[in-house]
């Protein structure tokens, strides 16, 4: 808010507007949370991607280089041969893991939905301004508040609850001091 929102009374608001607020407030929260959380969880499952692919290559690595030692040795010791064994099946398992959890892709695609969950924080944002200086919204914007929020969460990868209602928590609190409205 600027200075001169600040230093002027901001108008009464009807019960009609603060339930307008109400509702764009709890979509904000929404928006906000999901934008918050899409990019948490983003790192996280980037971060695993990362250290799995990580391990696999050492195991894997490590493996060939105990496979072709083997193969110079032509009868190794057991511990050699249960070492190359458990570390060979430690990297096929992990690979398996990596492949089925699809970490990247699922990190790449929280990311691009935590973008248009900003984007569409950010037309919330407008609304409230609107509404809390006055104004109100027209039911094609609120229709398309509503759309969007439903387009965003259909597929949405799947997000710990926990870590959602700490964000929402959150977002709940930032509203308030963003927009001062109480």
Not at 83 to 98: D, H, Q, Y
Request: net charge positive.
């Amino acid at each position: 808010m600027g200075a001169d929102a600040q230093t002027s009374p901001r108008p009464r608001l009807s019960a009609r507007t603060v339930k307008s607020l109400a509702d764009t407030k709890q979509h904000w929260i929404t928006a906000t949370a999901y934008d918050r959380t899409c990019a948490r969880r983003a790192d996280e499952l980037a971060t695993r991607d990362n250290w799995v692919m990580n391990v696999v290559l050492v195991l894997t690595t490590t493996s060939s280089l105990g496979v072709f030692g083997a193969l110079v040795e032509h009868n190794p010791a057991t511990w050699a041969r249960v070492t190359v064994f458990v570390m060979t099946t430690a990297a096929a398992v992990l690979t398996a893991m990596r492949q089925q959890n699809n970490w990247s892709q699922t990190s790449s695609t929280l990311r691009m939905r935590g973008a248009e969950w900003n984007k569409q924080r950010c037309i919330l944002g407008d609304h409230a301004e609107r509404i809390i200086e006055g104004g109100s919204l027209t039911a094609t914007e609120r229709r398309r508040v509503d759309e969007g929020n439903s387009r965003l969460l259909r597929d949405h990868p799947p997000i710990p609850q926990r870590m959602y209602d700490a964000a929402a928590r959150k977002a709940a609190e930032d509203f308030e001091r963003i927009y001062e409205f109480t």
